[in-house]
């Protein structure tokens, strides 16, 4: 089964709408909100090398954020990541 993780803000729109195309393809994912949790956002950014939300792993890969969640999907590369 696809396990997909996103962590996000509750005031970033880019964080919903990459929710709402994983909810439009049904998938089931673990959000991970990182509101008032600075310790945890330094940790991910140590991580990741990211410094914006969402950030956003399938099968415990990185695969980035909105925009390239909404890249692969475009290029019909999503679909088959979530079927693994």
Do not use: H, W
Not at 5 to 32: F, R
């Amino acid at each position: 089964m696809t396990k997909v993780k996103i962590y996000s803000k509750t005031t970033c729109p880019a964080c919903v709408m990459a929710k709402d195309l994983l909810d439009k393809k049904g998938v089931k994912y673990e959000e991970i909100i990182l509101d008032n949790k600075p310790t945890e956002t330094q940790e991910l950014m140590s991580k990741t090398g990211m410094r914006t939300v969402p950030q956003i792993f399938i099968n415990g890969e990185l695969i980035g954020g909105c925009s390239d969640l909404m890249d692969l999907d475009k290029q019909n590369k999503l679909d088959p990541l979530l079927q693994v």
